[in-house]
């Protein structure tokens, strides 16, 4: 079993829906926890990083940890086309090992 | 302007021949990583550095080797290249110890080994 499992997607919305990408963890040591966007030949970039249960807000974009359930999740609201990208969940333990999900692909549609 | 660079951006080579992929960053940042990255597979982590002289393996280290010797530069070496290391690799760096806060990925390195 994975360490981090993210939901595989891909997933395809109309413009200005909300969205939602999920992913689960197992081992409890990990503290830190990173929503990445990747546009397709580029390198990823950091959108969201949080390192506590509850809600974190930027923008559009909220992402939410639950640490008692093992489980996060991303949600874009009033999603644009420029939103189409890949989605990769990522989480790490203080001595900074880094683990990511396969990544969810979106594309919205105008 | 903050920047991670890797160098080369694409190399093609043979199995075997002994290969170096160079990182640098200018932010002064202590915490560096190198990632492969494979289809469907998301990224996964190969060595990482809290620091100086401060190295250690991620989840898939194996036939690989890194050095820290400079705060500015991680870089990535194949000693004995093989066809399954053929993949797309990205180096990072963060301000903090152990968290991704204000993480910068450079551009990606596009291996081939034949």
Known sequence: ?110 | EAQVTQNPRYLITVTGKKLTVTCSQNMNHEYMSWYRQDPGLGLRQIYYSMNVEVTDKGDVPEGYKVSRKEKRNFPLILESPSPNQTSLYFCASSIGQGTQETQYFGPGTRLLVL
């Open chain 1, 1 to 110: 079993q994975k360490e981090v499992e993210q939901d595989p997607g891909p997933l395809s919305v109309p413009e200005g829906a909300i969205v939602s990408l999920n992913c689960t963890y197992s081992n409890s040591a990990f503290q830190y926890f990173m929503w990445y966007r990747q546009y397709s030949r580029k390198g990823p970039e950091l959108l969201m990083y949080t390192y506590s249960s509850g809600n974190k807000e930027d923008g559009r974009f909220t992402a939410q940890v639950d640490k008692s359930s093992k489980y996060i999740s991303l949600f874009i609201r009033d999603s644009q086309p420029s939103d189409s990208a890949t989605y990769l969940c990522a989480i790490n333990t203080n001595a900074g090992k880094s683990t990511f999900g396969d990544g969810t692909t979106l594309t919205v549609k105008p």
